[in-house]
């Protein structure tokens, strides 16, 4: 854990709500983290009255003025190149230029992944970041990686995925070795195409710097048989949509019910302590704040529609992150990741036939 006090970069004007989900969630925030202070990036006409309205908000929150902002319209290349005057920019910067130990912001995913790869680069070892959140699951939570970040992706980014996600469990979940699995079509060996069959190959060799698991199928992701499902972006942002969706359509269910007869809103009135209990477990917003993996800098990105809970949830997450030193331990994991692989390609090289006359 790192010690001393951690300084966060919100994005303030990002968001459908902002800036008032935005100073709300710092607010929330600020009780559960009484050792965090926040710049918070913006239009200080529109943020200082509603910090001033607060008590107790504005000693450990900085108003920096921004006088441009990233729109959801905007395009990645566009806010990287036309936005450099914006709350999101200028946030992801202090970042990188260590006044700001994380950014967290709830506007434009795209532009937030183009302007943080751009300013703050990739991490020592990896190559592709990864879009990672939690899900829950009927034994708890799992992460979930990569959520859209990259739409194909080759063995080494999926071995990468795994020891990612692998850190990012033992920083927010308090994991000594979390279970890890790829997503497959099946759970047998011989399943799935040649990339994720090379990952896995990998990923099992002794030396792998994750408790592989093996491979899980999609609806293993609910039950909690692993910690962690690593997967493409293409794959793993179609899971999470279907799930979801599935989600908002049974309780969608469960509410047409209760309103079908007197009977059943009779029912309704015995049963809405253990409903208030269930929507408390799958409420979206405990599990807002996902996170940039890879990137030489901790970026966090909020649900753009999310309520003041849901940031500071997001909030949540980049303290705990800072605090673990996740950078750190990410490198080391990569390291020894690099090593597997070396050492599996030198002993796959060691059965080739040699060539040359006889």
């Given at each position: 854990?790192?010690?001393?006090?951690?300084?966060?970069?919100?994005?303030?004007?990002?968001?459908d709500h902002a800036p008032d989900v935005v100073v709300d969630g710092a607010d929330?925030?600020?009780?559960?983290?009484?050792?965090?202070?926040?710049?918070?990036?913006?239009?200080?006409?529109?943020?200082?009255?509603?910090?001033?309205?607060?008590?107790?908000?504005?000693?450990?929150?900085?108003?920096?003025?921004?006088?441009?902002?990233?729109?959801?319209?905007?395009?990645?290349?566009?806010?990287?190149?036309?936005?450099?005057?914006?709350?999101?920019?200028?946030?992801?910067?202090?970042?990188?230029?260590?006044?700001?130990?994380?950014?967290?912001?709830?506007?434009?995913?795209g532009a937030l992944l183009a302007i943080s790869m751009f300013s703050m680069r990739?991490?020592?070892?990896?190559?592709?970041?990864?879009?990672?959140?939690?899900?829950?699951?009927?034994?708890?939570?799992?992460?979930?990686?990569?959520?859209?970040?990259?739409?194909?992706?080759?063995?080494?980014?999926?071995?990468?995925?795994?020891?990612?996600?692998?850190?990012?469990?033992?920083?927010?979940?308090?994991?000594?070795?979390?279970?890890?699995?790829?997503?497959?079509?099946?759970?047998?060996?011989?399943?799935?195409?040649?990339?994720?069959?090379?990952?896995?190959?990998?990923?099992?060799?002794?030396?792998?710097?994750?408790?592989?698991?093996?491979?899980?199928?999609?609806?293993?992701?609910?039950?909690?048989?692993?910690?962690?499902?690593?997967?493409?972006?293409?794959?793993?942002?179609?899971?999470?949509?279907?799930?979801?969706?599935?989600?908002?359509?049974?309780?969608?269910?469960?509410?047409?019910?209760?309103?079908?007869?007197?009977?059943?809103?009779?029912?309704?009135?015995?049963?809405?302590?253990?409903?208030?209990?269930?929507?408390?477990?799958?409420?979206?917003?405990?599990?807002?704040?996902?996170?940039?993996?890879?990137?030489?800098?901790?970026?966090?990105?909020?649900?753009?529609?999310?309520?003041?809970?849901?940031?500071?949830?997001?909030?949540?997450?980049?303290?705990?992150?800072?605090?673990?030193?996740?950078?750190?331990?990410?490198?080391?994991?990569?390291?020894?990741?690099?090593?597997?692989?070396?050492?599996?390609?030198?002993?796959?090289?060691?059965?080739?036939?040699?060539?040359?006359?006889?």
């Amino acid at each position: 854990m790192s010690a001393g006090k951690v300084v966060l970069a919100l994005d303030g004007m990002g968001g459908d709500h902002a800036p008032d989900v935005v100073v709300d969630g710092a607010d929330i925030a600020r009780e559960r983290y009484p050792g965090t202070t926040y710049l918070l990036f913006g239009d200080p006409a529109r943020l200082k009255p509603l910090v001033d309205r607060r008590k107790g908000l504005a000693p450990v929150l900085e108003i920096v003025p921004a006088e441009d902002a990233v729109t959801a319209d905007d395009k990645p290349s566009f806010a990287v190149r036309r936005r450099r005057k914006s709350s999101m920019w200028l946030a992801v910067q202090a970042a990188v230029e260590g006044r700001a130990d994380s950014v967290v912001s709830a506007g434009n995913t795209g532009a937030l992944l183009a302007i943080s790869m751009f300013s703050m680069r990739m991490l020592e070892g990896a190559h592709r970041p990864a879009l990672a959140s939690f899900l829950p699951t009927s034994r708890g939570e799992v992460v979930m990686l990569d959520l859209g970040a990259n739409v194909e992706c080759d063995a080494e980014n999926l071995a990468e995925f795994a020891v990612m996600g692998s850190v990012f469990a033992q920083a927010l979940q308090g994991l000594d070795k979390p279970k890890v699995g790829l997503l497959n079509v099946g759970s047998e060996e011989l399943k799935g195409h040649d990339e994720v069959r090379q990952a896995a190959a990998w990923l099992r060799r002794d030396g792998s710097p994750v408790d592989f698991y093996g491979f899980v199928e999609g609806n293993d992701i609910g039950t909690g048989v692993v910690d962690v499902v690593a997967t493409d972006g293409f794959t793993g942002n179609v899971a999470l949509k279907a799930i979801e969706g599935t989600a908002k359509l049974y309780s969608s269910f469960v509410r047409d019910t209760f309103r079908t007869s007197t009977f059943a809103k009779i029912g309704y009135l015995f049963a809405a302590g253990a409903l208030k209990k269930f929507q408390k477990r799958v409420d979206p917003r405990r599990y807002n704040g996902g996170v940039f993996l890879g990137l030489d800098g901790v970026c966090v990105k909020s649900h753009g529609g999310t309520d003041a809970l849901g940031f500071a949830y997001a909030i949540g997450v980049a303290n705990d992150l800072v605090r673990y030193e996740y950078k750190n331990k990410l490198v080391e994991g990569l390291t020894k990741l690099r090593q597997t692989i070396s050492a599996a390609e030198s002993s796959s090289s060691e059965l080739q036939p040699s060539g040359g006359a006889e």
